[in-house]
């Protein structure tokens, strides 16, 4: 697979074209009601290639591609379990794919139902009072939640609240966003332990705190033992306590954001309800509130009237304190729709043994990577769904870094771990291997890291060279970023 | 165990290994006090693939078949079988964002191939690897020109009365929380367009950006030449807001006015993505290649490996969220990588010539669904401006009134204008290449019936 | 070890200045250089732009990190080194040369006064 597979355009020859899916052209007589001073001089640059060059063509792409469905993918904070087939064919189905997004409600009573049950059974997951399912991705989600923070602030024009707390470890998105809803960031420094310094946290709060975003477990891979404290200081100070849903994995059916004091959580269905992640996207990211936040979700979410039994969808106009729209129509319809498969088949018992095995999973691998030569960040805590690995020392010693060990596993044939995240801990690996792994798949990743360590050790400068195995070697990313070429051009 | 492989002889060896005796043990940093709401009580038993899809299958059922003529930012269009059935490979299906990018070459091939497949059609030097949706995207395009103005200092953007109000709305809730204005600039009654002279109002006022949509949400065709080059010459960028089927036939944004569009943005959807209730779809986004490094979400470049050979990457990654943190571009991460694999896919399988003919029979079909509407006795256009694939009609009665006993015969005849521009009677239409003549026949009499 | 001219003034913050009659020459450390790795492209201010102490005047990117550069004195900035358009490398080459970053005509000679010297900056980088 080393070869170099050629562009799509390379493949284009002036005639060619995949004829059956085109219809034939109309004439020009039909077009004469567009003035000619609009129309395009020159027909846009697309390949002109057959039915059979464009399957043979993302087909051998789609073949140099890791994925779930081929390897084990150990990344941390990504939740990368089995995306359920069923799912698919289910969100497939053409009853939802033809229905047009402004439908009457008439014609979307299957569709909502859907959209209804699926509220109802994050609403209970999470222990919030209220769940909106349309944001489009977790950092939409973040939005949508911080974004409510601000309009509940301003709705008792409690106008000096400038700034957003935001733990050291947090994810980019966290401070990016808080900073898209015109806050200002404070970060608040994370202890030895991986836990939030409690007292750091109490001088930072005042009354200009809006909030505080967080995850739980951490972006570090343990559980946030100070919670309450946490809540109870942000509480006190009038902020609003946010909830990063990045790693709810490992607290299904365990604790419950709601339970635990949080006022407003995203979720993130990409993870949590095993849709696919696609090679990028799409996500989605809905939103859950607590009582005095339910006035600002944002629309359109589904309603029942329980008379009739008939759904309707709840927007600006029955809701105007709402946030509003996050896109044109309501987030992304197909991944909610595969959610709601995922969360039907599983059920009650089923989200509580995600907890418990994606927990399990972690503590079993984090317990046989150290025993084989790797140091834990945090040794002396439980790993929550994921744990970290800190390459400190054979960075030092070897000058064989997190990277290069990343690097080296593809040629294992096994997935990078997360790899520099968080970054308060130097040359890291953040491990998450799910409750979908068998432990013969996490047995396999093991030995593959035990064979790497003793390669470190034995022949580092291969090692750095890594991967020799896939379509490519370590490719120039400066090169990528100084000579920028985005577009091909013949 | 559905999804979950463990034997019990799994499960112990792992404790024993761990050294805990009870999966519970694992939990024990968590105050026992909190875990009291877990029981999850309220939820349904888990049930098996086979009773699931049975259920939603019959929801499916449920969402009761009808013609369509509903556009206003969503379309029917064929889709190829092609496409989904290479997107939905698991190899695409199920694989991470293109960090690892030895492990991902698939992937940033095809967004590659994506970006050069977008900048062509638009007529702009460089696209991103697509944003969550067209509305979003033209929150993300404003706060974007914001950045890139570096002669404004103003936060206010104009924004056509006559751009889609679903746009409006959601670009508004996005952006207002920077103290971004987008204010309104009104349309003329009679053509249902944006007249550049409706502009000189703005002259010598500090705005940052112009956003011009091409067509306009009553399909309206603007004079985007006469707009761009008004907006230039009171330095302001111009955001275009495009329908990327119409641009097989319409001039693209690259080429409006003397200098052409700062910024394009769209929604992708007419590329190949189904319908689907309103998503997964995707926003396309480019611009020139100067405002580049203010552009927000993923780029991918083309670059070499430690042999020589070319292989793609991501790039330019110090504008985003993971580095750059509360000074990123935006916050966006997860975008809508499998939709704009879908619209690589198709765009390939359409090709330059089979676009063209999709657009053409797009408008010559609403051309001719709208003649045959307005033949029927009190129903006309509403406005003067040549269309593309959609259409505004006035009714001679209650447009909701008529939509409704419309949609009890399975026909939805097309979107009300009441509520976002107080227009009672008048509809918009649109028609694809999907309708036959006795599709438009069948419309046409239950439009009759309904107003006799 | 990092090269630390003795003749120049630094901040904390990594910048360095070299004073050329009442103008301040800009750029970063050698250690910041490095640590960066290999730059791929230099934000810079406007010629004409004034700019106080500790002002943000400027971005280094490499290919995974990016980093705020601040005005270490206040005044106008006079110039900018075009050449980096083209070639960001030059401050990983020649971080005291000719990858200086941007000349500030200072407000307040006396500011300098308060700038770490090459001593105090290496103190600075072994306490790190």
Redesign the interface.
Same mark, same amino acid.
């Given at each position: 697979m !080393?070869n170099?597979?050629k562009?799509?355009?390379q493949h284009s020859r002036p005639g060619r074209?995949?004829n059956?899916?085109?219809?034939?052209?109309?004439s020009e007589d039909?077009?004469s009601?567009?003035?000619a !001073?609009?129309?395009?001089?020159q027909?846009?640059?697309?390949?002109?290639?057959s039915?059979l060059d464009?399957?043979r063509?993302?087909?051998n792409?789609?073949?140099?591609?890791?994925?779930?469905?081929?390897q084990f993918?150990p990344?941390g904070s990504?939740t990368?379990?089995?995306?359920?087939r069923?799912a698919?064919?289910?969100?497939?189905?053409?009853?939802?794919?033809?229905?047009?997004?402004?439908?009457?409600a008439?014609?979307?009573?299957?569709?909502l139902?859907?959209l209804y049950d699926l509220q109802?059974?994050l609403k209970?997951?999470t222990?919030m009072k209220g769940v909106s399912l349309a944001p489009?991705?977790?950092?939409?989600g973040?939005?949508a939640g911080v974004?409510m923070i601000?309009a509940y602030h301003d709705a008792r024009n409690d106008d000096g609240r400038t700034e957003i707390l935001i733990p050291e470890a947090a994810?980019?998105?966290n401070?990016?966003?808080?900073?898209?809803?015109?806050y200002k960031?404070r970060e608040v420094p994370v202890g030895k332990d991986g836990d939030v310094d409690l007292e750091a946290l109490k001088q930072a709060c005042g009354p200009q705190t809006a909030g505080l975003m967080m995850t739980n477990p951490s972006t570090c891979g343990?559980?946030e033992?100070q919670?309450?404290a946490i809540a109870k200081t942000v509480h006190d100070a009038g902020g609003l306590l946010y909830y990063d849903g990045a790693n709810l994995n490992a607290?299904l059916?365990?604790?419950?954001p709601?339970?635990?004091g949080f006022d407003v959580i995203h979720m993130?269905l990409?993870k949590t309800f095993?849709t696919?992640?696609?090679?990028?996207?799409?996500?989605a990211g809905p939103v859950g509130v607590s009582q005095r936040l339910l006035p600002y979700l944002?629309t359109p979410m589904a309603g029942l009237d329980e008379d009739s039994g008939e759904y309707s969808w709840i927007d600006?106009?029955t809701l105007p304190t709402s946030?509003?729209?996050?896109?044109?129509?309501?987030?992304?319809?197909?991944?909610l729709?595969r959610a709601?498969?995922y969360a039907?088949?599983?059920?009650?018992?089923?989200?509580? +043994?995600v907890?418990?095995?994606s927990?399990?999973?972690a503590?079993?691998l984090l317990?046989?990577l150290q025993q084989v030569g790797y140091t834990a960040a945090y040794p002396e805590?439980?790993a929550s769904h994921e744990f970290i690995l800190t390459l400190a020392k054979e960075a030092k010693e070897l000058n064989v870094t997190a990277m290069d060990v990343?690097?080296r596993l593809?040629d294992y044939n096994q997935?990078?771990p997360t790899t520099y995240?968080p970054l308060l801990v130097p040359e890291c690996l953040l491990i998450e291997p799910t409750?979908?792994?068998?432990?013969e798949a996490m047995d396999d990743f093991i030995a593959a890291m035990e064979a790497i360590l003793h390669e470190a050790k034995t022949d580092p400068d291969m090692v750095k060279?890594a991967?020799f195995t896939?379509?490519? +070697?370590?490719?120039?990313?400066v090169?990528?970023?100084r000579?920028?070429?985005?577009?091909?051009s013949e | 165990?559905?999804?979950?492989?463990?034997t019990p002889d799994?499960?112990s @060896?792992? &404790?024993d290994?761990?050294?805990?005796e009870r999966?519970?043990d694992?939990?024990?940093?968590?105050?026992a006090h909190?875990?009291?709401?877990?029981? &999850?009580?309220?939820?349904?038993?888990?049930?098996?693939?086979m009773e699931?899809?049975r259920?939603? =299958?019959?929801? =499916?059922?449920?969402?009761?078949?009808?013609l369509?003529f509903?556009g206003?930012?969503?379309y029917?269009h064929?889709i190829?079988a @092609?496409v989904?059935e290479?997107a $939905?490979?698991?190899?695409?299906?199920?694989? %991470?964002?293109?960090y690892?990018?030895?492990?991902?070459?698939? $992937?940033l091939?095809?967004? %590659?191939?994506y970006?050069?497949?977008i900048?062509?059609?638009t007529g702009m030097?460089?696209?991103n690897?697509?944003v %969550?949706?067209?509305?979003?995207g033209l929150a993300e395009a404003v706060?974007m020109a914001l950045r890139a103005n570096?002669k404004s200092k103003s936060n206010r953007v104009l924004v056509p009365e006559a751009l889609?109000p679903? %746009?409006r709305?959601?670009c508004? @809730?996005?952006v207002r929380?920077?103290?971004v204005a987008l204010d309104t600039v009104p349309f003329c009654g009679q053509a249902g367009q944006t007249l550049a002279d409706s502009l000189s109002q703005y002259e010598g006022q500090d705005y940052a950006a112009l956003v011009i949509s091409q067509p306009n949400y009553f399909g309206s065709?603007e004079d985007?030449?006469a707009l761009t080059d008004w907006a230039h010459a009171n330095s302001m960028l111009v955001i275009a807001v495009v329908n990327p089927t119409s641009?097989?036939?319409?001039?693209?944004p690259g080429?409006w006015g003397s200098e052409g569009a700062d910024i394009v943005v769209g929604?992708g959807q007419p590329l190949g993505i189904?319908?689907?209730?309103?998503?997964?779809y995707?926003g396309f986004m480019a611009c020139k290649?100067k405002h580049?490094?203010q552009m927000p979400g993923?780029?991918?470049?083309? $670059?070499?490996?430690?042999?020589g050979?070319?292989?793609? $990457?991501l790039?330019?990654? @110090?504008r985003?969220?993971?580095?750059?943190?509360?000074?990123?571009t935006?916050?966006?991460?997860?975008?809508?990588?499998? =939709?704009?694999?879908a619209a690589?896919?198709y765009?390939?399988?359409?090709?330059?010539?089979?676009?063209?003919?999709?657009a053409?029979?797009c408008?010559?079909n609403t051309?001719k669904l709208a003649d045959k509407l307005t033949a029927i006795d009190g129903v006309e256009r509403a406005f003067t401006a040549?269309?593309?694939h959609e259409v505004v009609l006035f009714l001679p009665q209650d447009a909701d009134t008529v939509?409704?006993k419309l =949609?009890?015969k399975?026909i939805?005849g097309g979107?009300s204008l009441a509520?976002d521009y107080g227009m009672q009677n008048a509809i918009l239409v649109n028609a694809t290449?999907v309708h036959t003549e006795g599709d438009l026949d069948l419309f046409v009499a239950a439009m009759k019936e309904v107003l006799a | 070890m990092s090269e630390i001219p003795a003749e120049l003034r630094y901040r904390t913050s990594h910048e360095w200045v070299r004073v050329e009659d009442d103008v301040a020459v800009v750029g970063i450390t050698d250690h910041a250089q490095d640590a960066m790795g290999d730059l791929?492209?230099v934000?810079l201010p406007?010629v004409g732009q004034v700019l106080a102490t500790g002002e943000e005047a400027g971005?280094v990117?490499?290919?995974?990190?990016?980093s705020?550069i601040y005005a270490p004195v206040s005044g106008e900035i006079v110039a900018v080194n075009d050449a980096l358009e083209d070639e960001p490398e030059l401050v990983n080459n020649e971080p005291y040369g000719n990858g200086w970053l941007f000349k500030i005509k200072m407000a307040d000679s006396g500011e300098l006064k308060e700038m770490l010297t090459a001593d105090q900056y290496q103190e600075q980088l072994d306490s790190e």
């Open positions: !080393s170099e597979t562009l799509i355009f074209g995949a059956a899916q085109a219809p034939k052209p109309v039909q077009l009601a567009i003035p !001073s609009l129309r395009r001089k027909k846009p640059g697309l390949p002109e290639v039915e464009v399957v063509h993302y087909t792409l789609s073949s140099k591609n890791f994925a779930i469905d081929k993918y990344l990504c990368m379990k089995y995306n359920p069923g698919n064919r289910a969100a497939m189905l053409p009853g939802f794919l033809a229905r047009h997004p402004l439908a009457p008439s014609h979307s009573q299957g569709y139902a859907c109802n059974f209970e997951v222990g489009m991705a977790g950092a939409q973040e939005f974004a601000r994810h980019g998105t401070p990016a966003t808080a900073v898209m809803c015109g960031v343990v559980f033992r919670i309450e607290i059916g365990k604790v419950r709601g339970d635990m993130n990409h095993a696919p992640h696609g090679g990028g996207g799409p996500g944002p600006t106009d946030i509003g729209h996050l896109s044109a129509f309501m987030g992304n319809a197909g991944v729709l709601y498969f039907m088949v599983l059920g009650r018992e089923g989200m509580i +043994r907890g418990e095995y927990t399990l999973a503590n079993y317990k046989r805590r439980r990343a690097k593809l997935h990078a995240f409750e979908t792994e068998s432990k060279e991967p896939q379509p490519v +070697r370590r490719l120039d990313d090169k990528a970023a000579e920028l070429d985005l577009t091909w | 165990m559905p999804y979950i492989p463990h799994d499960v @060896a792992m &404790l290994a761990i050294g805990a999966i519970e694992l939990f024990d940093e968590i105050p909190l875990k009291a709401g877990s029981s &999850l009580d309220a939820l349904p038993e888990g049930r098996g693939e699931v899809t259920l939603m =299958a019959e929801r =499916a059922e449920q969402d009761r078949y009808a369509s509903l206003g930012g969503a029917q064929h190829p @092609a989904w290479i $939905t490979r698991g190899e695409f299906y199920t694989a %991470y964002t293109p690892q990018a030895e492990a991902s070459q698939g $992937t091939q095809v967004i %590659y191939e970006q050069t497949l900048a062509r059609l030097d460089v696209a690897a697509s %969550y949706d067209g509305a979003s706060l570096r889609n679903r %746009y709305s959601a508004d @809730a996005i929380n920077q103290d065709l985007v030449d641009l097989a036939l319409l001039t693209p080429e929604e189904p319908l689907s209730s309103g998503g997964p995707f290649q580049v490094r993923r780029i991918i470049g083309r $670059t070499v490996d430690l042999e050979k070319q292989g793609f $990457t790039t330019l990654q @110090a985003e969220q993971h580095i750059r943190r509360s000074k990123a935006s916050n966006i991460c997860t975008n809508q990588g499998l =939709a704009m694999t690589t896919i765009m390939s399988l359409i090709g330059p010539d089979g676009l063209a003919s999709v053409g029979h408008h010559a051309q040549p269309t593309f939509l409704a =949609a009890e399975d939805l979107l509520k290449e | 791929v492209y934000e406007e971005v990117e490499s290919v995974k990190a990016a705020d």
